[in-house]
């Protein structure tokens, strides 16, 4: 019998959590529609306004290049690590940790590397390292580009000041519900894109085209961070999702196999009852 309650306890263990993991699972997805939306209403956007930006640059005086674009000896690296606040959603998180890892420990070996963490699981990751130089976890709370623009702002700040040589960013870009793609993107100093002899970029611009290009770039730099962090927060409810999916079924396969491992034992425990009964009954007659 006490194997029976031990058994029952375990179903009703797993029931529950396998009530909590569905319930997730439906919240991800609602969530996930709303920031899939989002993110890729931005991408069309994003894309052409760095093709632009990136045409024009190719066209100007190396004499006259933007202070963002100024190449220098790098020994001052800062990672931008984008993840979440929250876990349960499968290898997300950690996948971006180990890339920043790599990235220090291999790309950036000779360098001094420092931090910046996007999502409390980055800054937990990363803290013991004394490296974090500051944790914008707040900005989940309310993901706006303009919040997201103050932190591109002060990244843009620390390279002019000569703080940092090169900043990257790390995330995970969404492609679907059930995919995410680890992306590492230099953010600063702009990386210098050659012209194409093929397109005719004789345009008459007004304001110059020098002015027209410092103008597009901190905006560029904007777009591309927010971009960065759309993708991610699209990436986290479809990783949760997903990850909530296969606790769900594997929850229902362990509850089933209780189930059955339940009503053998039962079945055991009731017929050696009736064996009993017969055998004191047979004891009795004889």
Do not use: W
């Amino acid at each position: 019998m006490a194997n029976l309650k031990e058994i029952r306890n375990r179903i009703s263990s797993v029931s529950s959590t396998m009530q909590i993991t569905s319930a997730m699972k439906m919240v991800s997805a609602a969530k996930l529609k709303k920031a899939q939306d989002a993110i890729t209403d931005m991408r069309p956007y994003a894309d052409k306004l760095t093709q632009l930006l990136q045409s024009l640059s190719a066209t100007l005086d190396a004499d006259s290049g933007s202070k963002f674009s100024d190449q220098r000896e790098v020994k001052n690296v800062l990672i931008v690590a984008i993840t979440s606040n929250r876990g349960l959603c499968g290898a997300f998180n950690s996948n971006i940790i180990k890339e920043v890892n790599k990235l220090a420990k291999n790309t950036y070996a000779n360098q001094e590397v420092s931090y910046l963490a996007i999502g409390k699981k980055a800054n937990d990751a990363f803290k013991k390292t004394n490296k974090v130089i500051a944790n914008e976890s707040d900005v989940y709370e309310d993901l706006t580009f303009d919040n997201v623009a103050e932190i591109a702002q002060s990244l843009m700040d620390m390279f002019v000041a000569g703080d940092y040589d090169k900043i990257v960013i790390v995330y995970n870009k969404f492609k679907n519900a059930a995919t995410q793609e680890i992306m590492t993107e230099q953010f600063l100093p702009i990386v210098p894109v050659e012209a194409d002899a093929n397109v005719n970029l004789d345009y008459i611009f007004e304001p110059s085209k020098i002015e027209i290009v410092e103008q597009l770039i901190p905006k560029s730099l904007k777009t591309q961070l927010y971009k960065g962090i759309r993708d991610s927060f699209a990436s986290e409810h479809g990783a949760r999702m997903t990850a909530m999916h296969k606790a769900t079924d594997n929850a229902t396969e362990l509850r089933d196999q209780l189930k059955l491992t339940y009503n053998k034992a039962r079945q055991a425990s009731i017929t050696n009852e009736i064996l009993e009964i017969v055998g004191g009954a047979e004891a009795l007659n004889n």
